[in-house]
């Protein structure tokens, strides 16, 4: 059964760090992993899609790996901003045609 | 482009009581998704449509849950009767295809069962 864990749980960090968000998955057959963001009472938006062909996509200050073999996806964050402060969840769509989601990193940049 | 519309947004119902979402999924999405999350938790899938049929309910409580996406567009969940359990965020969804497109989510409707 395949198993999707975020670490940290919880982030805080000042304004403009760098910072490296985790998600790893217990079964390498997978189609593609998407990286999603959340903001308080509101649906998620689509950040990055990787198909399991690739290993990495990039959009604006955004970078996202996957590296299938060992299981493991970063989602990486140049020059934070307050405006980035939301949950940040990383999905596998694996062969048996499901989405298996993480329960996700809370983010606070402070300003 | 018109994203993903749910309603209500927020629904608050006795225990015992019906309850059902809407949802009209991005004009030419042929996958549509209904997930349950729970505070603190990712989504978890309750069923998938491509066009008009349910191909995967796997997930779906079906003594008191039931979906249709008549026409292949949109979509209602329904549960009869809500329990305290139920209460959570209902999240709908659609892509393109399956393996290829991105999911689109919608803002979600609040469920609160007393």
């Known amino acids: 059964k395949q198993e999707v864990t975020q670490i940290p749980a919880a982030l805080s960090v000042p304004e403009g760090e760098n910072l490296v968000l985790n998600c790893s998955f217990t079964d390498s057959a997978i189609y593609n992993l998407q990286w999603f963001r959340q903001d308080p009472g509101k649906g998620l938006t689509s950040l990055l899609l990787?198909?399991?062909?690739?290993r990495e996509q990039t959009s604006g200050r955004l970078n996202a790996s996957l590296d299938k073999s060992s299981g493991r996806s970063t989602l990486y964050i140049a020059a934070s901003q307050p405006g980035d402060s939301a949950t940040y969840l990383c999905a596998v769509y694996t062969g048996g045609f499901k989405t298996i989601f993480g329960a996700g990193t809370r983010l606070f940049v402070k300003a | 482009e018109a994203g993903v519309v749910q309603s209500p947004r927020y629904k608050i119902i006795e225990k015992k009581q019906p309850v059902a979402f809407w949802c009209n999924p991005i004009?030419?999405?042929?996958?549509l998704y209904w997930y349950l999350q729970n505070l603190g938790q990712g989504p978890e899938l309750l069923i998938r449509?491509?066009?008009?049929?349910?191909?995967?309910d796997s997930q779906l409580p079906k003594d008191r849950f039931s979906a249709e996406r008549l026409k292949g567009v949109d979509s209602t969940l329904k549960i009869q009767p809500a329990e305290l359990g139920d209460s959570a965020v209902y999240l709908c969804?659609?892509?393109?295809?399956?393996?290829?497109?991105?999911?689109?989510f919608g803002p979600g409707t609040r469920l609160t069962v007393l």
């Open positions: 969804a659609s892509s393109l295809d399956l393996v290829t497109d991105t999911q689109y």
């Open positions: 449509y491509e066009n008009e049929e349910a191909v995967d």
């Open positions: 004009s030419g999405h042929n996958t």
């Open positions: 990787i198909q399991s062909s690739q």
